[in-house]
């Protein structure tokens, strides 16, 4: 066989290809039970447990009408992905960062990959926490009138609105997640601790001047005025704070 | 020769430590480097600042003509898998050799297929279950069937059994010969590669202290061995890299070539001349503190 020499000019392409990007989203996805399988075992979990603690409901007391089981809408079960999805949204740059920058990815591309994924993976559980609202509302909840689905601030104001707020948690959980990550990565233990201080300073100084000034009312009443979609627009707006902030971060940070 | 990475007055501190000092070092096209150094002398730290890991405190580094950092037009074409690579958790090897060609637009699919056959490495079970040498087979793999053009090697051996090692060092060679490229190779295992490189970059506490052909650094170097009176007269007024004595008899390594005249006087002194291995080469030039220990029991 003859010799190949592979070329080693002085090269000039684009610094941008979506290429280079989509390979950091398969990067991610090579393992897709993370993001697609765990959270819907989990909210098959607290689902089938809703099912089974309405059964007993309704077995103890044959008399519970409807109305007495719409304390169930204060049930949390269907949040309760979001704490595995925070996690996930740590591991996703905790475990993929290195290795994808050893094997010659950009920082830049590396974090706009992972955005990518996380758009695709709040899409995908807000689409099918509405429809199952829908679904649990068809059915008359489950033909025992359980609430898991259609429950806190989910249900009221229809599909749309639970689609939009559940997409914009789901966004929130996982780039506040990845968002801490990368300030691990660049500054370790002493800048987790320090921007965890500064932030925590910043909530409970918050928390402080609405009590002293006695403002809590009106911010009830204001948050009250904005709605299911006003609130979680500001939940949005802090995942695009978070996701910059990542950017900005990981523009630096070294792998170990 | 065209010239690929090079560094000018690349340094990079760790607050108070300095892990490499004003280094000057190129790579060229199609050459084989061997990378040499004791543990921390900066190897690695070498590799990582020309892939773009880390960050310069100081000094430049072209690859390709530009900065490898955040240009993915650089690092498309570079391949490192440090020594301590950490894969995602729960990723087996599979995983890896499934995302691989993505990243490497010269990966070749056959070639991993037959290598991690002859590596007979388990690709369902996870990295963190691997040996060692598993684990290290999982780079060298990746690092061979890449064939990017500036492939680095970051102590690939580790763990491998000698069978692993040499094949390696085969399977380096052969695709090296069908598809050139630039390998550099970090390693503490000098005699088995010695005959491997064209170009030793030997580096010690975070300087270039040897940058050389490698074909004119062997013989670059003499072993004069016989009774110490014949070998002091003989080494008498040259430089001495190491000397050593038992009883009557001594051995002094010194630098440079010998002449046909100097060979002749050392056969009438009765003297053996033997010539310095790369590794012994290696060890006279980094042992520091420990030869120079020695050459002082020696005068004393």
């Known amino acids: ?256 | 020769m065209t010239t690929v990475a090079r560094t000018r007055g690349l340094t990079k501190r760790y607050g108070s430590f300095t892990a490499l000092d004003s280094v000057d070092v190129s790579f060229t096209e199609h050459r084989i480097y061997g990378l040499l150094g004791r543990n921390g002398a900066g190897k690695t730290t070498l590799m990582q600042l020309l892939t773009g890991q880390l960050f310069a405190s100081e000094g430049e580094i072209e690859v390709f003509g530009r900065t490898p950092v955040e240009h993915s037009d650089v690092l498309r074409r570079l391949c490192f898998i440090a020594e301590s690579q950490r894969y995602p958790e729960d990723f087996k090897p599979s995983h890896v050799f499934k995302i691989a060609p993505s990243f490497f637009e010269h990966w070749d699919a056959e070639f991993a297929e037959r290598l991690i056959a002859d590596f007979r490495l388990p690709l369902n079970r996870r990295i963190k279950k691997l040996s060692r040498g598993q684990l290290s087979a999982v780079g060298v793999i990746v690092g061979l069937a890449s064939r990017a053009p500036v492939t680095f090697f970051d102590e690939p051996y580790l763990g491998l059994d000698a069978v692993a090692r040499h094949l390696f060092y085969d399977r380096l060679l052969e695709d090296y010969a069908e598809h050139p490229r630039t390998i550099v190779l970090s390693t503490h295992l000098i005699d088995e590669v010695a005959n491997l490189l064209e170009h030793v970059v030997l580096i010690d506490e975070g300087r270039i202290i040897l940058d050389q052909d490698a074909e004119e650094l062997r013989g670059s170097a003499t072993t004069v061995a016989g009774p110490s009176a014949a070998v002091e007269q003989f080494v008498d007024g040259r430089e001495v890299m190491a000397r050593d004595r038992i009883g009557g008899l001594a051995s002094a390594t010194i630098d440079g070539r010998l002449t046909a005249p100097e060979r002749a006087e050392a056969a009438r002194l009765g003297l053996e001349l033997a010539p310095v291995s790369l590794q012994q080469l290696v060890v006279h030039l980094t042992g520091g503190a420990l030869a120079a220990e020695q050459q002082k029991e020696a005068a004393a």
């Not at chain 1, 090269?11 to 993370?34: C, G, Q, T, Y």
């Not at chain 1, 709040?122 to 359980?146: C, D």
């Open chain 1, 1 to 256: 066989m003859t010799a190949v020499p592979i070329s080693a000019a002085v090269v000039r392409e684009d610094r941008f290809r979506f290429s280079d990007v989509a390979r950091v989203v398969k990067l991610h996805f090579v393992n897709p039970s993370i993001y697609f399988g765990v959270p819907w075992l989990i909210l098959g979990g607290a689902w089938a447990l809703s099912v089974l603690i309405t059964l007993i409901i309704r077995g103890a007391s044959p008399a519970v009408t409807a109305e007495d089981m719409e304390g169930m809408r204060n049930s949390w079960a269907v949040i309760s992905p979001q704490w595995y999805l925070v996690v996930v949204g740590v591991q996703a740059v905790a475990f993929t960062f290195n290795f994808a920058l050893g094997l010659g990815s950009t920082r830049r591309d590396y974090w706009l990959g992972t955005s990518l994924v996380f758009l695709v993976v709040a899409a995908e559980m807000a689409t099918g926490i509405a429809l199952l609202v829908q679904l649990e509302q068809a059915t008359g909840g489950w033909w025992l009138g359980a609430h898991m689905f259609d429950a806190l601030w989910f249900g009221i104001d229809g599909f749309w609105v639970d689609w939009f707020s559940a997409f914009a948690l789901q966004l929130f959980v996982l780039f506040v997640g990845a968002a801490a990550t990368t300030i691990y990565l660049r500054w370790r233990m002493a800048g987790m601790l320090v921007s965890g201080a500064g932030l925590l300073l910043l909530v409970v100084g918050g928390i402080a001047i609405a009590t002293f000034t006695e403002t809590w009312p009106e911010i009830f009443a204001w948050l009250g005025e904005i709605g299911i979609v006003g609130v979680f627009t500001l939940v949005l707006g802090l995942a695009v704070v978070s996701a910059a902030l990542g950017y900005v971060v990981i523009r630096r940070a070294t792998p170990r």
